[in-house]
DNA sequence: TTTAAAATGAAAATGATTTTCATTTTCGAG
DNA sequence: CTCGAAAATGAAAATCATTTTCATTTTAAA
């Protein structure tokens, strides 16, 4: 996989990080990493986990601390799920949703959805005026498919 | 409002707890009420709250006892927003869906979401086998409109 | 009726997340 | 560079939601 994209992103989030007054640090820096270049949403444990390989002082805090700023400037999201809501990602951008895997776990973002003619409807039927959706795909992805198959 | 679909629902939820092998109980039947009676998801607190006016010596636990039952046998949901994932709904049926309002909480079914072209898209698009799909709407319901207008 | 299984409330336990606090680190001003 | 204020850190304690334990009560079916 070509890694260019996680560098240039992570590179975003550190600009964005520094632009709102925070200070780059090297736990900060590592957790990032390790949400970016993971094909999986993971829990504050898990990142915890991974981080410390890079990091072995870190602190499960540091963790936590680090999840509410990249939230705050909107850089992860929460993934919902019947087993919890514990799990960040990357967020979306603009009409992109995701899509998870319900055998790996694994997310791939998608573009487009043309949810407007269903909205309409919506409104019509109900007087409710649309501002926002959420919408989560799960499925199997390609590989599980096959070795399922 | 017409109370006949909530006598209803009552009863049918009462009928699969006795099917189920769970025991008709006063608490039980409290916090059924509470549940379908409202116009917003609740949370446990609130609910517990609600019960306790017919019900004064109610306690929290039953009521989380209570909702794993009906979670169970897929009489509520959770109802996933930014501040949390702890209220409960009676659950959709079918393809059903919910709308929230984003200023009252008040929350109405709609029927009928027509997604499989957008799903046959999607799987062209990324290989995944589709299998479940989550989509909540938020919005302003008629009422909250017309205040804010 | 009787009785075994289920339900209940109170208190304790658990698990996740946040706060507090003393110490260390970052980074911009000099 | 070097200083110092602001931010970040880790450990421990606190908080909050939820679950478990346990002794007692209630339900329902024989």
Chains 1, 2 share one sequence.
């Not at 499960?60 to 400037?73: D, I, P």
Request: glycine content about 6%.
């Amino acid at each position: 996989m070509n890694t260019l994209p996680l560098e240039t992103t992570l590179t975003d989030w550190l600009n964005r990080l520094q632009e709102s007054g925070y200070r780059s640090t090297d736990r900060c820096e590592a957790i990032a990493r390790v949400i970016l270049s993971s094909q999986r949403a993971l829990d504050p444990v898990e990142i915890f986990d991974a981080a410390r390989a890079e990091i072995p002082g870190l602190g499960l805090v540091t963790v936590y601390r680090t999840l509410q700023k990249l939230e705050e400037l909107g850089l992860i999201q929460r993934l919902h799920q019947e087993e919890g809501c514990r799990r960040v990602l990357p967020a979306v951008k603009g009409h992109q949703h995701f899509l998870v895997c319900s055998s790996c776990g694994m997310v791939r973002y998608f573009e487009g959805d043309n949810l407007a003619p269903l909205f309409e409807e919506i409104t019509r039927q109900t007087g409710f005026a649309i501002q926002n959706h959420w919408l989560q795909l799960f499925g199997l992805c390609p590989a599980c498919r096959a070795a399922s198959a």
